[in-house]
Nanobody, 123 residues
């Protein structure tokens, strides 16, 4: 049974930084893509960044501010977030998929999800 556990969410001031972690285990299949997504209050879940074999994909909201990375030895996916803004306030989720996808940052492409970690950015 695949499990993904996010951590690192917190409340910060605008302009601050956070690093989210996602520990994944129990995957009895080849992970093709790993990604970070978020859901802001009253909005649909949206993509942030995705990673496959060293290739990173970012949505426009994340480009230049966020960095996705992975420590394979630790089974951990990271999201370094810099220059945070109040508009980044959301619950952040990590997810994996076991197949090729056409849109790596689309939540619809992913099958396995964590429970999320809350990020709040104050102005």
């Amino acid at each position: 049974q695949a499990q993904l556990v996010e951590s690192g969410g917190d409340s910060v001031q605008a302009g601050g930084s956070l690093r989210l972690s996602c520990h994944y285990l129990g995957h009895g299949y080849n992970i093709y893509y790993m990604g970070w997504f978020r859901r802001a209050p009253g909005k649909e879940r949206e993509g942030v960044a995705a990673l496959r074999a060293g290739d990173a994909y970012y949505t426009d909201s994340a480009k230049g501010r966020f960095t996705i990375s992975q420590d394979i030895a630790k089974n951990t996916l990271y999201l370094q977030m810099n220059s945070l803004q109040p508009s980044d306030t959301a619950t952040y989720y990590c997810a994996t998929t076991d197949r090729w996808v056409d849109a790596p940052t689309s939540p619809d492409e992913y099958r396995f999800w964590g429970q999320g970690t809350q990020v709040t950015v104050a102005s």
